[in-house]
C-alpha cells in the first residue's frame, strides 16, 4: 500500500514539473488476476465530462465500476475544457472523493493540440483519469494489482516550447461549399474562413475574417420563380492585456457587409475593460464577469432606412455581465447585455440568455434554458414593406419589439447503478425510410 502511494505521488511530482511522458498503455492500468485471491469490490466511479467516449473508457479502463450517479459513487470526476491559443484544449479533470473518499480532492490538466484527432484525445484522456484514479484504487483491495509503469521523454517540453518558430501564433483557414436540389427548388452555399491568433500569459490577440455567399432559386405552382441572393462578409480582431488576475483590457474592431441587416458596408472600433470576480485561473469551474466597452459606429446601408439615412455615425456603449459554473450539482452560464446608442438614449437594447442543468436528487434531474431581447435598436430597417417572398427566405429583419425562446424538462433514471459494459452491435442506421 505505501509502495503504491509512493509511486503515485513521485507520478504526479514528475508530471508537473513535466519531466517524463507516461507511455499510452502503462496507465491503462488492469486489474491483473491474483492467483488464489478473489477479486475485490471496484471503485465506484462517476464521470461527468461532456466530451468523453465512454465507450472507449469502458472498454480500456476497467478496473473500476462506472456508476450512472454521482450519489452511487466514490468518487466524481468533473471534467471542463477551455480553448488554448493555438486552437487546441486545456483540460482540467478534477477529482473529488465521495463517501469514504470524502475531502479527498485534487485536480490534474492536460493540453491536446488543434491538430488532434478524436483518438488522440480520448488517449491522452484516459490516461490522465486513469492516473488520476491511482490513490482511490490505493485504498481498494485491488492495490496489490495495480502496475505502474513510466518511461522518460525523448525531448524536453522546454526544448521544443524555445524552438517553436510561429512565436505562439496559429492560424486556421476553411473553405465550404454546400450543393442541394430538388425538382422545384435548389440552393448553394458558399463560404470561407480565416483566423489568426496569438495567446500568451500577457496577451491574447484573435483576427478573423469571414465571408458567406447564399443563393436560392424556386419555382411556385404557377410557374413564377423567385431567386433569392444573400451575402455575409465579415473581419474582427481583438487585442486584450493581462493586467492582473482579475482584470483586463482591450480593443475591439469590426467591418461587415451582410444583406439580411441592410448594411452596405459597416464598421465598429472600441476599447473595453473586464472584472472577474473570480480569478481567471478559475474559469473552467466558475466565473463572474463585468465588461464595459464604448465605440464608434460608421454605418452605410444599402437602402435608405426608415429613417431616411443611407449613412451615419454613431456613438455606442455596453455593459455585459456573465456568470458561470460547472460544479459537482451540475452547470449554469448566463449573460445579460445591456447596449445603447449615446446619440440617441432610446435607441437600446437588452439582451438575457442562460441555461442550468441541476441534479436534483438521484436520478432526478431538472433543466432550462433560453433567450429574450428587448428591442429598440432597429436603426438599420429598411424603408417599405417586405414581399411575402422576403420574409419567407429570411432575405431581411423585420421589425419587433422583442424575440425570445425557451426550453425546459425534467428527466429521471432509475434501475442498475453500474454501466460498465460496451456492446456497439446493430448501432447504425437501418437505411429504411419508414418514419
Keep these: 500500500m505505501v509502495l503504491v502511494a509512493s509511486v503515485f505521488n ?8 513535466q519531466r517524463l511522458v507516461v507511455s499510452a498503455t502503462s496507465l491503462l492500468l488492469s486489474a491483473l488476476p491474483a492467483a488464489g485471491q478473489p477479486p475485490g469490490a471496484p471503485l465506484r466511479v462517476f464521470l461527468d465530462c461532456d466530451r468523453c467516449d465512454f465507450d472507449y473508457l469502458r472498454t480500456e479502463i ?6 450512472r450517479d454521482r450519489k452511487q459513487a466514490e468518487v466524481h470526476v468533473l471534467v471542463t475544457t477551455q480553448a488554448t491559443g493555438s486552437g487546441g484544449s486545456e483540460w482540467t479533470v478534477k477529482f473529488i472523493g465521495l463517501e469514504r473518499f470524502a475531502g479527498v480532492d485534487h485536480s490534474l490538466t492536460f493540453t491536446t493540440t488543434q491538430t488532434a484527432t478524436d483518438d488522440d484525445e480520448r488517449r491522452a484522456f484516459a490516461r490522465t483519469f486513469a492516473l488520476g484514479l491511482v490513490r482511490y484504487v490505493a485504498e481498494t483491495p485491488l492495490a496489490d494489482r495495480v502496475r505502474v509503469t513510466f518511461e522518460a521523454p525523448a525531448l524536453q517540453p522546454s526544448a521544443a ?8 501564433w496559429f492560424f486556421r483557414t476553411e473553405v465550404n461549399m454546400q450543393l442541394e436540389s430538388e425538382e422545384l427548388e435548389d440552393q448553394k452555399d458558399i463560404g470561407g474562413e480565416f483566423t489568426a491568433n ?13 465571408a458567406e455567399y447564399e443563393e436560392e432559386h424556386f419555382t411556385f405552382s404557377d410557374g413564377e420563380e423567385f431567386r433569392n441572393v444573400s451575402r455575409d462578409v465579415g473581419a474582427r480582431a481583438l487585442v486584450v492585456k493581462s493586467l492582473t488576475p482579475r482584470w483586463s483590457a482591450g480593443l475591439r474592431g469590426a467591418i461587415a457587409a451582410e444583406t439580411f441587416l441592410n448594411l452596405d458596408l459597416g464598421t465598429r472600433i472600441g476599447p473595453a475593460v473586464e472584472f472577474d470576480v ?18 464608434v459606429d460608421r454605418l452605410r ?3 435608405a432606412t426608415i429613417f431616411d439615412k443611407l449613412e451615419e455615425t454613431l456613438w455606442d456603449h455596453a455593459l455585459i455581465v456573465s456568470a458561470g459554473a460547472r460544479q459537482p450539482w451540475g452547470s449554469l452560464d448566463g449573460t445579460a447585455v445591456f447596449s445603447q446608442y449615446l446619440s440617441d438614449p432610446s435607441k437600446n437594447r437588452v439582451r438575457l440568455n442562460g441555461n442550468t442543468n441541476v441534479r436534483l436528487f438521484k436520478g432526478f434531474e431538472f433543466f432550462v434554458g433560453g433567450n429574450y431581447e428587448r428591442i429598440r435598436d432597429q436603426i438599420y430597417l429598411p424603408k417599405g414593406e417586405a414581399t411575402d417572398e422576403e420574409v419567407l427566405v429570411r432575405r431581411r429583419q423585420l421589425a419587433t419589439n422583442y424575440r425570445y425562446f425557451v426550453e425546459f424538462g425534467i428527466s429521471y433514471s432509475f434501475g442498475s447503478i453500474f454501466n460498465n459494459i460496451v456492446n456497439p452491435r446493430m448501432s447504425g442506421d437501418s437505411g429504411i425510410a419508414v418514419f
Design 10 to 17: 513521485l507520478l504526479l511530482r514528475s508530471l508537473r514539473a
Design 62 to 67: 476497467t478496473f473500476i465500476d462506472y456508476v
Design 161 to 168: 516550447r524555445a524552438a517553436d518558430p510561429w512565436n505562439f
Design 198 to 210: 496569438r495567446t500568451t500569459e500577457d496577451w491574447r490577440i484573435n483576427l478573423e475574417v469571414g
Design 278 to 295: 473570480f480569478p481567471y485561473a478559475e474559469w473552467t469551474r466558475r466565473r463572474w464577469t463585468f465588461q464595459y466597452t464604448i465605440g
Design 301 to 303: 446601408y444599402e437602402e
